[in-house]
């Protein structure tokens, strides 16, 4: 019964359409690097993890933690395509694509002008309705340190915060 359960929930994510808007026409190569503590809300799940960004040349890094410090997934983006390294059988069902192309849309030094000609985003003073082939697919709200989230099209939700990297750079001083 149970793997009957999970072949059937597997096949959950094969038919999600695929996320439009995730390719770069221009992908480029730079240094970058950015620390969040990330909320989702999917179907009847919440979860929290901590996210780490770093991107050195054209591959861009993301690995998630639980607040505890547990590996939940790894993976890659190399502007054209997600390349998971690594994910714990919980994360299994988790549509990375989306989820990858979104944290982008939110986070990620003008994602949204590497995009080909079927994006197009409309800018308020704190928001940011992307729409993908003239369909309205996600909802970004910027507010201090925290943005809120909205997906449309899988649908889930997330509130993205801010961590410091202030820790790496603290010098501790010997009192000896």
Not at 41 to 55: A, V
Not at 100 to 105: A, E, G
């Amino acid at each position: 019964m149970l793997l009957a359960t999970v072949l059937l929930c597997g096949g959950c994510q094969s038919m999600l359409p695929k996320a439009q808007g995730l390719a770069t026409a221009t992908w480029a190569a730079q240094n970058y690097q950015r620390q969040d503590q990330l909320e989702v809300q999917w179907k009847d799940q919440s979860f929290s993890f901590l996210l780490y960004q770093q991107q050195k040349g054209s591959k861009l890094e993301m690995l998630a933690l639980t607040l505890t410090g547990q590996q939940l997934f790894k993976l890659s983006f190399d502007g054209h395509k997600v390349h998971i390294e690594q994910r714990i059988e919980q994360m299994k069902l988790l549509p990375f694509e989306f989820v990858v192309r979104d944290i982008l849309y939110a986070t990620y030094p003008n994602f949204a002008q590497l995009q080909q000609q079927n994006v197009r985003i409309e800018k308020s003073a704190q928001a940011q309705l992307v729409f993908i082939n003239q369909q309205h697919v996600l909802n970004i709200k910027h507010e201090n340190d925290v943005i809120e989230l909205d997906n449309l099209q899988v649908p889930y939700q997330m509130v993205i915060s801010a961590i410091s990297d202030s820790l790496e750079n603290t010098d501790v001083e010997s009192t000896e």
